[in-house]
């Protein structure tokens, strides 16, 4: 068994290709479904947020991982050429250390920020919901979800982070100095939402609105932030009284178009509008900033204003890489213990049938034996085989602890004709 991981993030793609390739919630039972039965896996997650799409499955030895590649192109629509260059790909001990940084927070686009966990693990939990999570991933995920922990209780990497949230309404200090009686609108109620409706309170901003397609969920958080909900259906005919409008909505189009902004700021006589797109895919059309007096960011966008945070925290972070590093060598060691089990155990079986034939041979030979003398045979033969096998079986628990292990276990293999046994 092997753990491969392909994605794209914003490392390595723009938003307008991050929002091609996202898989919504509504969709992903069935994705990972899909993606298993397409790549041969015996084991899938995905992980899709704003700022990453991630698939990793645990496959079989000898299995072509160039399939999640397609898979994800092919799913999404997408010629597999178009989206190469945006990819990476980690396999075993890169996948894991992947999926371990990722869980901390060390390589998200804010340093420190803790909303990448709790969408891990909701991905985690959608895989077991699904049945595609087995003993292996859930090893993997499990330990990753312990060192994440771990980072943050042990550095003070998630101290004072900046995160999208707030450098968006610092953006907007910019922009229009006090926010204290400017009228916020909120697309969408979720935790980014929610964080940004917070950074406005304090910044002294007490007008806030909220629209959510589900109802409820506009009521929840407009109790919370003492907001008022706008019925989802009409928003729009309120815009022009907003000075800043924030979207986080999971909406598969654009929820505002040029030329409905356009009206927009006819409406306001060109007073300027701050737009904070935070979706990914994008719920305002680029082409809104073309507009004079409208002011458009998005998550790209926002990714920079942070940068410089991320680079007053290096320190912490690379702390909590050192703590990674020794947690991903604790975790193959675990996972190559395991692996050899079975090896061992079907080494022990092989020569202990070897001893039984022999042992019936040379019966044959000797003639009629009494109970004693064939007690005595039975132990001479499983104690020099005990003795053969205890070499291989003590390099085999060795191999398993180190690194570079993998071609003393496939010489044993081989030397004992045990090619097929075990996992990996």
Known sequence: MKVSLIGLSHHTAPVEVRERVAIQESSLGEALE??????????????STCNRVELTAALPEGADAGAMARFLAEARG????????????????KAIRHLFRVAA?????VVGEPQVLGQLKAAYAAARERGTLGGFLDTVLSRAFAVAKRVRSETEIGRSAVSIAYAAVELARQIFGHLNEKKVLLVGAGKMSELAAR??????????????????????????????????????????????????????????????????????????????????????????????????????????????????????????????????????????????GPLISGLHE???????????????????????????????????????????VVELRRAAGRPDGDTEISLIRRIFRMEGSGRG
């Open 34 to 47: 899909a993606f298993k039965r397409a790549s041969g896996a015996e084991e899938t997650l995905i992980l």
């Open 350 to 392: 092989q020569l202990d049938q070897m001893a039984k034939a022999e042992f019936e041979r040379f019966k044959a030979k000797l003639g009629p034996l009494s109970p004693v003398q064939e007690e005595a045979l039975t132990s001479y033969t499983r104690s020099l085989l005990n003795k053969i096998a205890h070499g291989p």
């Open 78 to 93: 997408l010629s597999p050429e178009w989206l190469e260059p945006y990819l990476y790909r980690y396999d075993d001990e």
């Open 105 to 109: 927070s060390l390589d998200s686009m």
């Open 199 to 340: 950074h406005l309170q304090r910044a002294g901003c007490e007008k806030v609105f909220v629209a959510n397609r589900t109802r409820g969920r506009a009521d929840d958080l407009a109790e919370q932030i003492s907001g008022t909900v706008l019925d989802y259906e009409t928003y729009v005919s309120r815009l022009h009284e907003m000075d800043i409008v924030l979207t986080s909505s999971g909406a598969s189009g654009y929820l505002l178009t040029r030329d409905q902004m356009a009206k927009v700021l006819e409406k306001r006589r060109y007073r300027p509008v701050f737009l904070i797109d935070i979706a990914v895919p994008r719920n305002i059309d680029p082409k809104v900033n073309e507009l004079e007096g409208a002011f458009l960011y998005d998550i790209d966008d926002l990714g920079r204003a942070v940068e410089e945070n991320r680079k007053a925290r290096q320190r912490e972070a690379e702390q909590a890489e050192e703590m990674i590093e020794t947690e991903v060598a604790r975790l193959i060691e675990r996972l190559k213990a395991r692996e050899v």
